[in-house]
C-alpha cells in the first residue's frame, strides 16, 4: 500500500508559494520523495521561493514544462491541523490563501541549512604552561560543571581574551564542539512553584485543568476584576497542558506587558518560556519557530501573530485581556487573534481561555448563549479591593482656561504625594497637543497626506500624524496666512498634561509613561519596573498604563477626560469606554492600601458614566446588549466593512457605485449594502478612502456572498480594495 501522503520522485505535487499567486502550482516530487506538509524551495521563473507541498499535482499545466521541486527544506513539515486552519481562516478573513502561509513562515532563514556555532567545553590534561589566565578559563569551565560557553561567553566570565581560550583549545585543554545554533527552550517544571490558591481560585483552575485533561476543544471565558488572579488561575491551566504533553500559547495585547509577565511565568515554571513579537531578534524568531515546530518549547509568551506558529501539539492557547483592540490586526491580513484562537483550537482539540475583567460585548453574548463556559473570581486576592469610584463634575470646577487638572483632583493626588503614595493621571492622547491653531486666521495645522490633523510633539519638537505617521518641524509662520508668532496649542496631551502637573506639583518626582517617549520596548520594560518600585509620585499616562501593570504603591487613578471616548461615532465606543475606565481604575489600590479613582466629567449623569461608577458590569453589558440587538449588529448580526482606496477620488467613487447597484450576490442572503461614503478619515498618505458596509443576520453566509459579489469586479490601476470581515473600527 502506498502511503496517500507520500510523493515518489517525479509524482506530481501541489505547491503553495507565499508568493501572490491565486493557485497552486504543479512541481515534480523531488529525489527522495516528499511528504504532504513539507516545506520546500521551488523554482519560479528566475527565482527560488519558499512553498508548501499541498496536496497531488493538479496536472491542469503542460506536463513538460513542469520543473522539481528544487529541495525540502529542513524543518518539519506543516501539519494537517495547520494546513486546515489556515484554509479556514483565509475563507473567513476573505484573505488569499497565500497569505496566510505567509504569516505562517514569518522567520527569517527557514531554507538555510541548520546553522551550527561553536562551544567551548573541558578538555583533558593540563596546559603546558600555567597562567593566571588560563586558571582563570580553567576554574570557570570546572565551577560550571559539564556546561558549554561561546567563545564569547567564557572569555568574559574568566576575564580574558578570546585568544588565551583558543590557545588552550590547540592544546586539548578545552574542547571546542559544533552545536546547531537552534536550541530548544529549558524544559519548564509544571511543579517548580505554584502560589496556593483561594477557594474562588482554586475551583476555577480545577474547571480549567479538567478541561486541558479532556483533551477536547473547549472554550472559557474566565472573567474577573483586575487583581483577582485570572493570570494565577490560567498559569495552572498551562501547567496542566505542560503535564499532557502538551504545546501552550498564552497571548498578550501588547509587548508592554511581557516584563513582568515574564518573570513570574519564569517564577511559576522555573525557566524562561518563548517570547514572540516585533521586538524578538531575527535569530531568535527563527529558533522559536523551528522549536516550536519540533517540540523544542512548551510555552510561547506572544503577540497575536504567535497564533500562526507551526505547533507540534498545541493543547492551551490563552487570550489574555480578550476584549483588547490591538487583537485585531487593522494592516495586511485583518484578523481579529480572539477569533482565530478559537477556530485554530477548535481545529486541533485545544482549549481556549479568554481571561479579562472586562471582557468584548462577542465573548460576553457567547458564554451568555452557552457556546463557552463561564468562570468568575469575585474577590480581589487578598485585602486588596475595588478602588472607590466617582466623578469630578467639571461643570462645576473652577479651572483656569488651559488648564486640565481639577482643584479636586489636584487636592486628592497632593494627600496621596504627602502619604508617600502614587497617583496616576490618565489621559488618552499622546503628543503635547491635539490641535495646533493659528490665531491670527484660526487655520488648523493639518497633514499634507491625510485628513488629519497633526499634533505637536514638543519631546519630539515636531508635528506628527497619528494615521500615517509623516512628521515635520513646528512652522515659525501659519501655513496659511503666513502671519509669524500666532500658532498656538489647543487641548491637552499626555506631554502638557505632564507640564502642568509639574508646576501644580513642583516637588513630586513625575513619571510619563507614553508609548512614544520610549526608544525601545526594553527602555519601556524599564521605566515600568523603575515606577513600580517607587520611582514616581505622580504617574502620568497614555493607555499604555491601561494594561495590566502592577504599580503597587498607587491608590489614586484620576482620569483627564473620561468624556472622550463617548464622542465616537463608533458601534463600539461605549463599551471601549467602559473597558478602558474600569481598566484604569483597577490600577489603583492593587496592594493593601484601598484606591480610589476619580473621574473628570461634563456628563456625570450618561449612562456609561454612571455604569463606571456604580460598578454595574452586568448592568451595562444588559442594556448595551439590548441596543446592539436591536439595531442588529454585532454580535447579533453580521457585518463587513470594504475600504477602496486610490490616489484618484472619482476611481474610488465609481467602483464603490457600481459595487452598491449590483448587490444581487449580497441580496441573495438577506443582506444589505450601505455607502459607498467617504471614510471618517477621508485620505490617508494621499489615498482616498471611501467605505461600504455589508449587514446581515447574524446565520447569513456573508463570506461567501461578499466573495462573489466583489468577485464581479477587476481592480483597475491604483485601486485597493481590502474586506473587514467583524470590522472593530470603521475610520
Ligand atoms: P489578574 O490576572 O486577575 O489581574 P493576578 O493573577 O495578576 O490577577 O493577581 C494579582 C496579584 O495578586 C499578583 O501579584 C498575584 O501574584 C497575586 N496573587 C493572586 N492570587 C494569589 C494567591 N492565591 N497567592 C498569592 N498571590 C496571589
Ligand atoms: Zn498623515
Not at 545 to 556: I, Q, R, S
Request: aromatic fraction near 6%.
Amino acid at each position: 500500500m502506498s502511503d496517500p501522503d507520500f510523493f515518489q520522485q517525479g509524482q506530481l505535487v501541489a505547491v503553495l508559494t507565499t508568493q501572490p499567486l491565486d493557485r497552486f502550482l504543479d512541481y515534480k516530487a523531488p529525489e527522495g520523495g516528499c511528504f504532504r506538509g513539507a516545506f520546500v524551495e521551488v523554482p519560479l521563473g528566475p527565482r527560488k521561493v519558499l512553498g508548501v507541498v499541498w496536496g497531488p499535482g493538479r496536472g491542469d499545466f503542460d506536463i513538460s514544462k513542469i520543473r522539481p521541486v528544487n529541495r525540502v527544506l529542513e524543518v518539519a513539515p506543516m501539519r494537517d491541523e495547520m494546513r486546515s486552519f489556515l484554509e479556514r481562516a483565509a475563507d473567513y478573513t476573505l484573505t488569499p490563501l497565500h497569505a496566510m502561509v505567509r504569516l505562517a513562515t514569518r522567520a527569517p532563514g527557514l531554507s538555510d541549512p541548520p546553522s551550527m556555532r561553536k562551544i567551548y567545553r573541558l578538555g583533558d590534561g593540563e596546559p603546558d604552561r600555567q597562567t593566571d589566565a588560563r586558571r582563570r578559563v580553567l576554574e570557570t569551565l570546572k565551577d560550571y560543571g559539564g556546561l558549554a560557553f561561546t567563545l564569547k561567553e567564557l572569555s568574559e566570565m574568566a576575564g580574558v581574551t578570546s585568544s588565551v581560550v583558543k590557545g588552550l583549545v590547540k592544546q586539548g585543554v578545552v574542547r571546542e564542539e559544533d552545536t546547531p545554533r537552534d536550541v530548544p527552550f529549558f524544559r519548564l517544571d509544571s511543579e517548580h512553584a505554584g502560589k496556593e490558591l483561594t477557594a474562588d481560585q482554586a475551583a476555577g483552575a480545577e474547571a480549567l485543568r479538567a478541561g486541558v485533561r479532556s483533551g477536547d476543544y473547549g472554550t472559557t471565558l474566565l472573567r474577573g476584576v483586575t487583581g483577582s488572579g485570572k493570570t494565577e488561575v490560567y498559569l495552572e491551566a498551562v501547567a496542566e497542558t505542560l503535564r499532557m504533553g502538551r504545546q501552550a500559547l498564552v497571548l498578550l495585547p501588547e509587548i508592554a506587558l511581557t516584563a513582568e509577565f515574564l518573570t513570574r511565568v519564569e517564577a511559576r515554571f522555573g525557566a524562561k518560556p518563548a517570547e514572540w513579537h516585533s521586538g524578538v531578534t531575527m535569530t531568535e524568531r527563527r529558533r522559536i519557530w523551528k522549536m516550536v515546530g519540533q517540540g523544542g518549547a512548551q510555552l510561547v509568551i506572544g503577540a497575536r501573530s504567535a497564533l500562526f506558529l507551526p505547533y507540534q501539539n498545541l493543547g492551551l492557547i490563552v487570550v489574555d485581556e480578550e476584549h483588547d483592540t490591538s487583537y485585531k490586526q487593522e494592516d495586511g491580513v485583518l484578523y481579529n487573534a480572539r477569533d482565530m484562537a478559537v477556530l485554530r483550537a477548535s481545529i486541533c482539540g485545544a482549549r481556549v481561555v479568554l481571561a479579562s475583567a472586562t471582557p468584548s460585548l462577542e465573548s460576553w453574548a457567547n458564554a451568555d448563549a452557552g457556546k463557552y463556559d463561564k468562570l468568575e473570581l469575585t474577590a480581589r486576592f487578598g485585602e486588596a479591593v475595588l478602588p472607590e469610584m466617582r466623578a469630578i463634575d467639571m461643570r462645576v470646577e473652577d479651572l483656569p482656561s488651559n488648564r486640565w487638572i481639577s482643584p479636586t483632583l489636584q487636592k486628592a493626588v497632593e494627600a496621596r504625594v504627602d502619604r508617600g503614595e502614587q497617583a496616576l493621571l490618565f489621559i488618552n492622547r499622546r503628543g503635547y497637543a491635539p490641535v495646533t491653531i493659528c490665531r491670527a486666521c484660526g487655520h488648523q495645522v493639518g497633514c499634507d497626506h491625510c485628513d488629519a490633523r497633526m499634533v505637536e510633539h514638543r519631546f519630539l519638537k515636531r508635528l506628527v500624524c497619528h494615521q500615517c505617521g509623516e512628521t515635520k518641524p513646528m512652522p515659525e509662520e501659519c501655513p496659511s496666512c503666513h502671519v509669524e508668532g500666532k500658532l498656538a496649542p489647543v487641548g491637552p496631551g499626555v506631554e502638557r498634561l505632564a507640564e502642568e502637573a509639574q508646576a501644580l506639583f513642583p516637588d513630586a518626582r513625575l513619571a510619563v509613561l507614553s508609548s512614544d517617549l520610549f526608544g525601545s520596548a526594553r527602555a519601556l520594560k524599564e521605566g515600568i519596573n523603575t515606577i513600580a518600585e517607587g520611582g514616581a509620585d505622580v504617574i502620568i499616562g497614555t493607555q499604555l498604563v491601561a494594561k495590566g501593570h502592577n504599580f503597587p504603591l498607587l491608590t489614586l487613578v484620576g482620569v483627564i477626560d473620561a468624556d472622550l471616548g463617548l464622542q465616537g461615532s463608533d458601534l463600539r465606543a461605549a463599551e471601549r469606554t467602559f473597558q478602558l475606565m474600569r481598566q484604569v481604575a483597577g490600577r489603583a489600590g492593587r496592594a493593601e492600601k484601598r484606591g480610589e479613582a476619580m473621574l473628570q466629567t461634563f456628563q456625570p449623569e450618561h449612562p456609561v458614566i454612571r455604569a463606571i461608577l456604580a460598578g454595574d458590569e452586568v448592568g451595562f453589558w444588559s442594556a448595551e446588549a439590548n441596543e446592539r440587538r436591536h439595531a442588529g449588529v454585532p454580535p447579533y448580526g453580521r457585518m463587513a466593512g470594504i475600504i477602496l482606496s486610490s490616489p484618484d477620488v472619482q476611481q474610488v467613487f465609481d467602483l464603490g457605485n457600481a459595487l452598491a447597484r449590483n448587490d444581487g450576490a449580497l441580496r441573495e442572503v438577506g443582506a444589505q449594502v450601505f455607502g459607498p461614503a467617504p471614510a471618517p478619515i477621508a485620505r490617508v498618505r494621499g489615498r482616498h478612502r471611501v467605505r461600504l458596509l455589508v449587514k446581515a443576520d447574524k446565520g447569513a453566509p456573508i463570506q461567501a456572498a461578499v466573495a462573489k459579489w466583489i468577485g464581479q469586479f477587476r481592480l483597475k490601476g491604483d485601486i485597493r480594495l481590502s474586506v473587514d470581515i467583524d470590522p472593530q473600527s470603521f475610520y
